[in-house]
């Protein structure tokens, strides 16, 4: 069974980091493009950011760029969000997926049940 497991929410004041890991099982994803997105309280689910299935390119949201790094261990099948200098409008459940393409990533194959990050003011 394949199963996407993200880890590492949780509450931190503004300014804070936290650091979310996904960790797949079931398969290897070694050559998947692998995303996160999130989903606020009352709002659509979107785009945070993604790494390439080599790990050579990532890509993120104009809203994250600059604060938010994604990189992926292929030894332990995980990837990392490592989140800096948060803003309370980064509060949201933040989902793992996984995909063989970066096009179709919005609808990718896998997804994880989200880990929740709350950051105060």
């Known amino acids: 069974q394949v199963q996407l497991v993200e880890s590492g929410g949780g509450l931190v004041q503004a300014g804070g980091s936290l650091r979310l890991s996904c960790t797949a099982s079931?398969?290897?994803?070694?050559?998947?493009?692998m995303g996160w997105f999130r989903q606020a309280p009352g709002k659509e689910r979107t785009f945070v950011g993604l790494?390439?299935?080599?790990?050579?390119?990532?890509t993120y949201a104009d809203s994250v760029k600059g604060r938010f790094t994604i990189s992926r261990s292929y030894a332990s099948n995980t990837v990392y969000l490592q989140m800096n200098s948060l803003k309370p409008e980064d509060t949201a459940v933040y989902y793992c997926?996984?995909?063989?393409?970066?096009?179709?990533?919005?609808?990718?194959?896998?997804w994880g049940q989200g880990t929740r990050v709350t950051v105060t003011p």
């Open positions: 790494i390439s299935g080599s790990g050579t390119s990532t």
């Open positions: 997926a996984a995909n063989p393409t970066q096009v179709t990533m919005p609808r990718a194959d896998y």
């Open positions: 079931g398969r290897t994803f070694s050559t998947y493009v």
